[in-house]
């Protein structure tokens, strides 16, 4: 009877033994096959590579290679924005903190991108204070950083993807301009219209508009306008200009007063959390991955700060990563960003499991193919096998996320090109390669 009891065990040992063995086996297989493809690419000996890629199932690291060296990181970094956001933002974004006293309705900001941003298109505030039959007043005071990022470019000031940070943002802290005739241009916000003036010395060359580095002051060439024309430059930021805006959307005056916010003060629930995300993290926009690292801070304290923020998420959410992050800003701007692709690998399985609906996450982020950033990096699918984000500057091109096979399994992987010198879409084209190398063999 003891011997028969022991054998049905004897034999479920051995079988889960075999199936450990059998992973074991097939990992090194993959792994010697993925290294073989890095060690013949000729494109890739030229310049720095990081990469890993990880078996989800296993929990085991697959393959690696520099996988614990640091890369500038780029738009890669808005993975750690999106974790964060997941950890310490509510299923509805606080829109404002506000206080009513006698016939005044006083409000401060809370860092939230949405308000009237252009894809999010959230009305919370902007409909709340055009509501109010109260006089409006904006205490300023709760962002502690500067315009810029740590570490940002200062010549890019006048590019769409670089919007100055604030603790009140507006429309995407951008002034758009679009065709209306041949010779003349939408401006929105209204407000900055007479700031528009004709450079009568450029009459050659398309259509674009300038803005001065310090000041609103923009310029446009005399040239005809095309239909279709569009464009958004960053306007410069101020108190003085975030309330001429307010006021002027709202159609109502707004006053300033300078006052910390009280115990009672009350918080507008705003737009949707995962809704934000997703406009982050399909066009990759900076303006709302720098305020929901300002979001973020105002869930911990009344000042709004970049640094505090980071520095509470490091130390409380992220100590499971195996090597120290060096992060700086939330969009991936700043090249004083450093991570290692074994940590951008532990960190999207956190999120993974942090969302808990693997369709849900993989509609938040760009599809290879399909959407987003990805969407013109591989072949036209209705069914894509990369779900990730990526990551461009000056000589850095990354894409970490997740990669689907055909033979049903999902790894985790993480692609950091660093110091390149060649036109990006060759280093792109090799990436892509390899990944539809792993898709179609593994």
Same mark, same amino acid.
């Given at each position: ?46 310049? @720095?590579?990081?990469?890993?890629? #990880? ?6 690291? !697959? *393959?690696?290679?520099? %996988? &614990?060296?640091? $890369? ?19 299923? @509805?974004?606080?829109?404002?903190? #506000? ?6 309705? !006083? *409000?401060?900001?809370? %860092? &939230?991108?949405? $308000? ?39 010549? &890019? ?286």
């Amino acid at each position: 009877m003891f011997i028969n009891k022991i054998k049905p065990l004897s034999f479920t040992l051995s079988i889960f033994c075999l199936f450990g063995l059998s992973s074991c086996s097939t990992n090194k297989m993959i792994a010697k096959k993925v290294s073989n493809e890095f060690k013949n690419s000729s494109v890739i000996k030229q310049y @720095q590579v990081g990469f890993a890629l #990880y078996n989800m199932d296993d929990k085991k690291m !697959i *393959f690696e290679k520099d %996988g &614990d060296k640091y $890369f500038t990181p780029a738009s890669n970094t808005k993975l750690y924005t999106f974790f964060a956001s997941l950890k310490m933002l509510p299923e @509805q974004m606080p829109a404002l903190k #506000y206080i009513e006293r006698n016939d005044s309705l !006083i *409000f401060w900001g809370t %860092g &939230d991108p949405s $308000f009237l941003q252009f894809a999010v298109k959230d009305k919370s505030a902007y409909n709340f204070l055009q509501a109010s039959n109260k006089k409006l007043f904006f205490a300023p005071g709760r962002y502690s950083g500067t315009f810029f990022g740590d570490g940002w470019s200062w010549d &890019d000031y006048d590019y769409y993807y670089q919007p100055e940070i604030t603790e009140m943002p507006i429309m995407d802290n951008m002034v758009t301009s679009t065709y209306q005739s041949p010779n003349k241009i939408n401006i929105l916000p209204k407000v900055f219209s007479h700031c528009f003036e004709v450079d009568s010395s450029k009459t050659n060359g398309g259509f674009q508009v300038t803005r001065d580095f310090l000041t609103n002051h923009f310029r446009y060439p005399l040239v005809e306008v095309k239909p279709g024309y569009n464009q958004q430059n960053p306007y410069k930021t101020s108190i003085r200009t975030t309330v001429e805006v307010l006021s002027d959307t709202l159609h109502k005056s707004v006053g300033v007063i300078k006052m910390k916010i009280p115990t009672d003060a009350k918080t507008l629930p705003g737009a949707k959390r995962d809704s934000v995300l997703k406009h982050m993290m399909l066009p990759s926009d900076n303006f709302i991955a720098e305020h929901l690292l300002l979001v973020c801070s105002n869930q911990i304290s009344d000042t709004l700060s970049t640094t505090k923020a980071i520095q509470h998420i490091t130390k409380n959410y992220l100590s499971f990563l195996p090597d120290k992050v060096k992060w700086a800003d939330g969009s991936g701007l700043s090249r004083q960003n450093l991570f290692t692709p074994r940590d951008n690998i532990y960190l999207l399985d956190s999120i993974y499991h942090l969302v808990n609906n693997r369709e849900k996450l993989f509609d938040m982020l760009p599809a290879g193919g399909k959407s987003g950033t990805l969407r013109n990096a591989y072949p036209k699918t209705d069914q894509p096998f990369v779900y990730g984000k990526t990551g461009s500057l000056g000589g850095v091109h990354n894409q970490s996320g997740y990669v689907l096979t055909k033979k049903g399994k999902t790894y985790i992987y993480s692609f950091m090109n660093n110091n390149f010198v060649k036109p990006t879409a060759e280093v792109r084209a090799e990436m892509v390669r390899i990944m539809t190398y792993i898709h179609e063999n593994f």
